[in-house]
């Protein structure tokens, strides 16, 4: 499914689909109906930049700027990581 | 460096401090519109006089907040029956919890979804005791039951609250389980829960009368696997493994006292919502003390808590911290002792006595005897 976006798509948490911290354990988490999941940290930092307004490609191109890294390949991971949520029906694009 | 998010497990072995809970299923009220046969409510349903009060729910949430809990599913009997519902709905979006609605969706007029819906609600999980509107109608006890519910989806979807459709399965609506699927397509949901009918409490007493055939089990599985792979992307599928026809036994609650607690219209707070079913465990009440202290220190919740409890074959099983042993209900019901290997795990000495009891029940003929106050006898009477 993820291999069929364009880079202009605009991915957005699911309605019933939160990211927030979680003080008792430490670190953040993404909620979803009857889903509690722990996101790693390179997985925590796409979350973050999922807001409904950027797009896949300013969201890869942000990641790429801030931790130097080879865009072609976070691309890869963004889109496996946005497909499996979105095959989830945790993230949903526009 | 791919990146992943897995689901959550406290780590490390089980010692003596056990992780914070995920979840807290609070039960506002047993009342409910619906008499369904395998109702996961006691035998001796609690009355609305014994129910907590509004200020007491909203403390036992913050407690759960400060305490961990992420999700909070809000049970019943019917939920919506408390007239109090938004105001606890709204402290639980105030704490920052997840919020659940497990309902019935016979009762809940468009006006009071809109209320829900506005004080933060999440999520809303929709029952149905079957595909077809007579078998609805039936299982459930209500005429008209079946329209009310398509009725409330079509409203939890116009307010754009994703919609999870659950059923209990059992022999008069496993064979509708394509047609559930195919409802919950129609209605928007964009999860289904099929779960097999679990054999405490009421449907216990109704096991003859709800036990499916073994081919119809296999069949169910099949068709729910075929599901999955059709409708990726589309359709959550998550199905609960029914425990007479299993080899090994679920991870029941994920371990006893590891993820969630359960909290009774009166206040009482258990691992599990059958845990009364098991005597002699000393179950606290959120009247007379703290969420906290009880999660950690009650004795209900440390009688069966990580390993050290399980007999053999648990305690030395490689699974023991995959299934924690399976289910302590289901031990008493079938094994008479809540500490006995869970005979639906094959090397549990009763595993075979299981399989008999499945299949001479599922070729049993019995009338439904619905949940109800007056089947619990008089106040009292002993359970």
Known sequence: MSADWSGAVVPRLARGTRLRQDPARGGWVLLGPERVLQPDPIALEILKRVDGHASLEEIVTGLARDFSGEPERIEADVRSFLGGLAEKGLVEVA | MTAAARNTAPPGPAAEAPAPPLGLLAELTHRCPLQCPYCSNPIALERRSAELDTATWQRVLSEAAALGVLQLHLSGGEPTARPDLPEILRHAAAEGLYSNLITAGVGVTPGRLEELAAAGLDHVQLSFQGALPDTTDRVSGLPGAHGRKRAFAAEVRRLGLPLTLNAVIHRANIEEIPALLEL????????????????????????????????????????????????????????????????????????????????????????????????????????????????????????????????????SCERREIDWGGCRCQALAIAGDAAATDPACEKSPLHSRLLELAESESRAEQDYRYRGYAAAGPPGAPR
């Open chain 2, 184 to 315: 919950a397509l129609e209605l928007g949901a964009g999860r289904v829960e099929i779960a097999h009918a679990q054999y405490y409490g009421w449907a216990l007493r109704n096991r003859a009368a709800l036990m499916p055939r073994r081919e119809q089990v296999l069949e169910a599985a099949r068709r729910v696997e075929e599901a999955r792979v059709r409708l990726k992307g589309r359709l959550v599928i998550d199905a609960v493994v029914p425990d007479y026809f299993a080899r090994r036994p679920k991870a029941c609650m994920n371990g006893w006292g590891r993820q969630s607690l359960n909290v009774t219209p009166s206040g009482r707070v258990l691992p599990c919502h059958a845990a009364e079913t098991i005597p002699g465990l000393e179950f606290w009440n959120v009247r007379d003390r703290g969420l906290a202290e009880i999660w950690y220190r009650s004795p209900a919740f440390q009688a069966f808590r990580g390993t050290a409890w399980m007999p053999e074959p648990c305690r």
